[in-house]
C-alpha cells in the first residue's frame, strides 16, 4: 500500500506538560464526582496499596475524598476546593481520580485556571474525569486519560501488565512514547459485584485478544493532537465553556470510548452527527475508538460501533478519515493511556498508532 502524510492546514497548539513521576513522589488521590471510596473503602485500600507497592508511590488523599456519597453530591464546590488545594500543594506531584460518576460537570463554576496553568502536575483518570481533563486543557495543560485508583489499580487479584506498562511509559519516563502496543493479554469488561467483597480474590474472566480495526481511509498516514474522553461525559461537556473553539479541533485526534452502561451503537451516531453539525468531524485528522464498555459486550457487537462511527460520515458527505477502534482505553481493562495535546500517529499500512512526543518532562 502506497502511503502518504493525510494533513490539515492548521493544528491544535501543544499543551504544558507535567514534570515526570519518579519513585518516592508523593500522589494524592481525589474523589470528584460518585463517593466511591466511603461505599468500597476496601476497594480504595486496594488501590491505594497497588500505587504504593508496584509504583513506589507516597499515597495521599484530598480532604473530603473519603467522604459519603451523599456528601460528596451535595458538595461540589468542596470537591472542587480539593481539586485546587491539590495543584496548589507543591509536595504533590500528581493528582488520581478514585472513581467516575456523572456530575463532575457541577465543579466547573469553582475552578480556577489559572492555578491548574500555573501549577502543572500529572492529573490521570477516566469516565466522568473526561470533566476534569477538558479542565486541564482549558487550562493549557496535558493530562491523562488512565487508570483511577478503584478500577484498574484495585482490579481484582492483580493489575493487568499492560496497564501497569503503560502508566511506567507514560508517566514516569520523558523519553518519546512511541508506539502503542497491541494488547496480548486480552480483555475485559465483566462486572463482578463490589459489594460482595469476596469476589476482590476472583481473577475476572479475559476474552481472547481481538486485535484492531483500522477503519475508514486507509491509504494515508495521519498525524493530530489527542483531545477526547467518554463519549457520554463528553455530551455533558457539549456548549459549555469547556468545549473548545471549533481551530482546537484542526487536525486533532478524537479518542472516544464508552462507559459501563454499555450504550447502543445508535447513541454513538447521534453523538457523531452532532460533532459533524458543529463542523467538527470535517476537521479531525483521525479517530481512535475503544471497545466498547458493558458487561454484556462481546466481539460480536463490535462491527456495529464500526459501522455506527462511518454511518456519519456518509450522511454528512465528508471524505473519511483513518479510524482506529477496538483499542483498549477506558471501560475495558486492561487500558492504555492517553495523554491530552501529545501528537499521535495513525499509519493503516503498518496497522500502528504511535504517539510522537514524550507526554511529560
Not at 493549557?140 to 489499580?153: H, I, K, N, Q
Request: contains cysteine.
Amino acid at each position: 500500500m502506497s502511503l502518504i502524510y493525510y494533513q490539515r492546514s492548521k493544528e491544535m497548539q501543544p499543551l504544558i506538560k507535567p514534570p515526570k513521576l519518579n519513585y518516592g513522589d508523593t500522589v494524592t488521590a481525589i474523589t470528584l464526582s460518585w463517593g466511591g471510596p466511603a461505599t468500597f473503602p476496601y476497594r480504595f485500600e486496594v488501590g491505594k496499596q497497588r500505587l504504593e507497592e508496584i509504583f513506589g508511590l507516597r499515597v495521599l488523599h484530598t480532604k473530603h475524598a473519603l467522604k459519603s456519597a451523599e456528601w460528596i453530591y451535595q458538595n461540589p464546590k468542596a470537591r472542587a476546593d480539593d481539586l485546587m488545594e491539590a495543584f496548589l500543594d507543591p509536595h504533590i506531584k500528581a493528582i488520581i481520580s478514585n472513581i467516575g460518576g456523572d456530575d463532575s460537570l457541577r465543579l466547573i463554576p469553582f475552578i480556577d485556571f489559572n492555578i491548574i496553568k500555573n501549577n502543572p502536575k500529572v492529573v490521570m483518570g477516566y469516565s466522568d474525569t473526561t470533566v476534569t481533563h477538558f479542565m486541564c486543557f482549558k487550562a493549557g495543560l496535558t493530562s491523562f486519560y488512565g487508570p483511577s485508583v478503584m478500577t484498574a489499580f484495585a482490579e481484582n487479584v492483580a493489575m493487568h501488565d499492560y496497564t501497569i506498562s503503560g502508566i511506567l511509559k507514560t508517566l514516569f519516563s520523558s523519553e518519546i512514547i512511541g508506539a502503542i502496543p497491541n494488547n496480548t493479554e486480552g480483555w475485559t469488561t465483566e462486572l463482578l459485584d463490589w459489594f460482595d467483597e469476596n469476589n476482590q480474590s476472583i481473577r475476572r474472566s479475559l476474552n481472547p485478544p481481538s486485535g484492531w480495526h483500522f477503519i475508514g481511509e486507509n491509504k494515508h498516514i495521519c498525524k493530530g493532537r489527542l483531545i477526547g474522553g467518554c463519549l457520554e461525559v463528553m455530551q455533558f461537556l457539549n456548549n459549555t465553556e469547556l468545549w473548545p473553539d471549533l481551530s482546537t479541533w484542526d487536525r486533532a485526534v478524537l479518542f472516544l470510548e464508552t462507559s459501563e452502561e454499555g450504550i447502543e451503537p445508535s447513541v454513538v451516531t447521534r453523538f457523531m452527527r452532532n460533532l459533524a453539525a458543529q463542523g467538527i468531524i470535517s476537521r479531525l485528522s483521525g479517530i481512535l475508538f475503544s471497545k466498547p464498555g458493558g458487561s454484556y459486550m462481546t466481539v460480536g457487537h463490535f462491527h456495529e460501533y464500526d459501522q455506527a462511527l462511518l454511518k456519519v460520515f456518509e450522511e454528512y458527505k465528508i471524505p473519511p478519515i483513518p479510524i482506529v477502534t477496538r483499542m483498549d482505553f477506558g471501560h475495558s481493562d486492561p487500558m492504555w493511556i492517553l495523554p491530552y495535546g501529545v501528537m499521535v500517529e495513525i499509519n493503516p499500512g503498518e496497522n500502528t498508532v504511535t504517539i510522537l512526543e514524550n507526554s511529560v518532562r
